[in-house]
């Protein structure tokens, strides 16, 4: 079928909105009209070939839509349901198969190899191959192809543009407080950089009952955002050297840390927060090779630090949680939301980057 996709012809190319063709689902896959996809830092560092990329692409993977069709084999969805399309894994590696499957060994291949994982395309132009599935998924456009692995079933009285946002980094914000810390209520955190993943997870401290819930960012527009959402405490970084001081005068130490921000002296400064047998997990997506120092003693105090992927979430579970939260007004993630239509996507990728659009997410045309 023809669909309207916004497609990336080379290495850091805008993106141009241009009718192309989708194939058919297989036995195991949806198709999936897409009513709205989020952009995510990822879908930039994408088009700009962070990864190993072919082009011409399609990107987006924050998808949310309503299943139109089933493969033969599917029996866990029926055209009418409302999925959000999660990350991608192979389910046979050692990490799938013990339920580590936000870190499966085939990941990158999945996410970024521009095809499904047999090497075969899904989207053409012309009768040229169209690379895609990108983390198995291609949600900038009208119509996308979704594995039902990969698909989460959600309730259809909360608008599709809205849960999009949870695919990626609302799952990786919430994911990381509520299923790798686990916060006890009163537990202190602190989140460096308030976007959309730092949003998320303070809303998700907020669910848990964190105190203090200390934010840090450089824009005073989203740490006022922050305050409103349930942050006690709020620090301009704005370069200064000694926000971690100012943190620990303020509150003292606290038991759980949080970085986005993917800078290393950030990244340094929220382990330096920590009190004794802390927590720091680390979702900032910094480019390989990049290193960071940490003071020895400092750490041998029982201080954790690990890096965290897509909140260690089971999507088919944990994503339906999150839509609850958002029905029950506890995840009001609208209020990160700025919307764009396929046709502004170039300036939604604009606005993300300059810190104007916390989480844009894009309306596919009707
Ligand atoms: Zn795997
Ligand atoms: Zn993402």
């Known amino acids: 079928m023809q669909i309207t996709a916004a497609l990336v012809r080379e290495q850091s190319a805008p993106f141009t909105v241009e009718t192309l063709d989708l194939c058919d689902p297989r036995g195991d896959e949806l198709l999936v009209e897409v009513a709205a996809s989020g952009m995510c830092a990822t879908d930039l560092h994408g088009r700009d070939a962070y990864y190993p990329t072919k082009f011409p692409k399609v990107f987006g993977h924050e998808g949310a ?20 399309m999660a990350y991608p894994w192979c389910g046979e590696c050692p990490n799938c198969r013990t339920q ?17 994982a ?57 994911g990381a407080v509520l299923n790798v810390l686990k916060p006890a209520s009163g537990d202190g955190i602190a989140i460096f950089g308030v976007g959309a993943v730092g949003l998320s997870a303070l809303m998700a401290a907020k669910i848990a009952g964190c105190d203090p819930i200390v934010a840090i960012d450089v824009h005073n527009r989203r740490l006022k955002l922050a305050t409103e959402l349930g942050a006690t405490h709020v620090f301009n970084h704005d370069g200064r ?18 970085e986005t ?59 339906p949680q999150l839509v609850d ?32 659009a916390i989480k844009p997410v894009i309306r596919m045309p009707r």
């Open 65 to 84: 839509g309503t299943v139109r069709a089933v493969g033969a084999q599917v029996t866990e969805f029926k055209p009418g349901d409302h999925v959000v």
């Open 325 to 356: 939260h958002i029905v029950a007004g506890r995840f009001p993630v609208e209020r990160m939301i700025r919307y764009y239509a396929l046709a502004d996507i170039n300036r939604a990728a604009e606005e993300s980057a300059k810190g104007k």
């Open 118 to 174: 047999d090497g075969s395309t899904l989207h053409s132009q012309n009768g040229k191959p169209v690379y895609s599935a990108f983390f198995q998924q291609s949600s900038f456009g009208t119509f996308t192809i979704a594995n039902a692995r990969f698909a989460v079933k959600v309730r259809n009285d909360v608008p599709l543009e809205q849960v999009c946002a949870l695919a990626c980094g609302g799952q990786t914000g919430a």
């Open 261 to 319: 921000t993917a800078n290393p002296y950030v990244f340094r400064e929220a382990v330096d927060v920590l009190m004794p047998a802390g927590t720091c997990i680390l979702l900032g997506s910094a480019r390989a090779g990049t290193e960071v120092t940490f003071d020895m003693n400092h750490l041998q105090n029982g201080r954790n630090v690990r890096g965290v992927i897509q909140g260690d979430s089971v999507p088919k579970e944990f994503l």
């Open 100 to 116: 580590r499957q936000t870190y499966c060994l085939h990941a990158n291949k999945l996410k970024h190899g521009g095809t499904r």
């Open 241 to 258: 050297a000694e926000v971690a001081s100012d943190i620990k005068k303020a509150v003292g130490s606290v038991r759980y840390s949080i």
